[in-house]
């Protein structure tokens, strides 16, 4: 397996390198065609939107709409709102936009013209914007994330879905997914509601994959046909979450953290806002404990897929990692997706490089754990893994390992 090698580290080396390469060059003059040097990349991509033309279409959503605070974006009246085409020939159709009363803080109306508008963020949020047609009404939803190219999401702003102060603003009676875990109060989301997390215990029993012994996460959904339809929904089947293991063991993580013998992981998520993308980073740390040195530590985390309410979600390898989807078919159709959910693990600067990442079919995914398969998945239960292995640790010594998980609407 490849050691896995510090992203920080590999501009340093890189450009060394590319020094070493020049001079190299000035030396002996131009090489033969068969002794041509290898071609040595500048780095990695600033960001996963740098792939993002890689993956499959997905359905127009004219409920959501992003925005970075202190920019403009546009949205206009969702198609379901607009009278037949014989009336909209015969008589004008005319929409008035406004934020809601609760989210004023967070975007505002710049203009509006009576079939779109214009509208601001203001501040990190998730605001409502009321349209109206005649006597039918719906609610989109806004973005705002920060302005900023990198912000690392304050604990303060961190916010518990059980937090009565924040849940009318992402809450619907309308729900598209109605079988929501007995803890979903305790999960952790950030201010635009895009992605929720919860810790995956012994003690608790979710989903069919075994024991709990992780993470979970949530994506919060807003149905695109439908004005008033939006909520949170799975993406592991049950609310199973991600089963971790470490050199070979499991069963055991509780709350983020697990020990084996002299060697412990810890797990730390945090919401990461990069180039305006929400992200939530888990940050793994691996630390020997012991006054000898270790070699060849492993770690890795595996999970039953379930994205909505399909639990065949298609799986596609991106050159970031993997990419999860909703999308169905029906004979010959296929259905575009309605929503995405990307796990970012490599190639994209951030993230470390994974050792192993295994994309298969349910009932064998935790035995593969530490086994690499990277080829989609179609038309099965599907489920993915991924490791970290070959890791060497000197006395009292701790190395990070970061992934990090995102959703696309």
């Not at 999308?327 to 190639?347: A, D, H």
Request: charged share 20%.
């Amino acid at each position: 397996m490849k050691h896995t090698i510090k992203m920080t580290n590999n501009r340093f080396v890189i450009g060394i390198l590319a020094i070493a390469l020049v001079f190299g060059m000035m030396v002996v003059g131009c090489p033969t065609e068969e002794s041509a040097p290898a071609f040595i990349p500048l780095g990695p991509p600033s960001s996963v939107g740098d792939y993002a033309n890689l993956e499959p279409a997905m359905a127009p959503n004219p409920n959501r709409a992003v925005a970075r605070a202190g920019g403009v974006t546009d949205i206009t009246i969702p198609a379901y709102l607009l009278p037949s085409a014989v009336e909209r020939a015969a008589r004008a159709v005319t929409a008035s936009f406004a934020v809601h009363s609760e989210d004023t803080a967070i975007a505002e109306i710049v203009s509006q013209n009576g079939t779109s508008c214009k509208i601001r963020g203001l501040r990190l949020g998730s605001a409502r914007i009321i349209v109206t047609v005649g006597d039918q009404r719906a609610t989109m939803i806004i973005a705002v994330s920060p302005s900023d190219a990198l912000y690392r999401l304050p604990v303060y702003q961190v916010r518990t879905l059980g937090d009565s102060t924040y849940r009318s603003a992402w809450w619907n009676d309308t729900r598209p997914d109605y079988s929501l875990p007995n803890d979903l109060d305790d999960y952790n989301s950030e201010p635009t509601y895009q992605i929720a997390w919860n810790w995956r215990n012994p003690s608790t029993s979710y989903g069919a994959s075994g024991t709990n012994c992780g993470i979970d996460f949530l994506a919060y959904y807003v149905d695109p046909a439908q004005g008033n339809r939006r909520g949170w929904v799975k993406t592991t089947y049950g609310f199973g979450g991600w089963h971790y293991d470490l050199n070979g063991v499991s069963d055991r993580m509780t709350n983020g953290v697990q020990t084996d013998g002299n060697v412990k992981l810890e797990l730390t998520p945090e919401f990461v806002y990069d180039n305006g993308i929400p992200y939530l980073e888990i940050r793994h740390k691996l630390t020997n404990t012991g006054l000898t040195p270790l070699t060849g530590q492993k770690f890795g985390a595996s999970a039953d897929i379930m994205i909505y309410g399909n639990d065949q979600a298609p799986l596609t390898y991106l050159q970031y990692g993997a990419l999860m989807t909703d999308q169905t078919s029906s004979g010959s159709i296929t259905y575009l997706p309605k929503i995405k959910f990307r796990l970012v693990c490599q190639n994209v600067q951030g993230v470390d490089n994974v050792s192993t990442l295994w994309m298969g079919t349910y009932g064998s995914e935790r035995r593969y754990v530490y086994e690499d398969r990277r080829q989609d998945v179609t038309g099965r239960d599907s489920a993915m893994n991924f490791s970290y292995q070959n890791i060497n640790l000197n006395p009292g010594e701790s190395k990070t390992f970061v992934v990090r998980y995102t959703q696309v609407q």
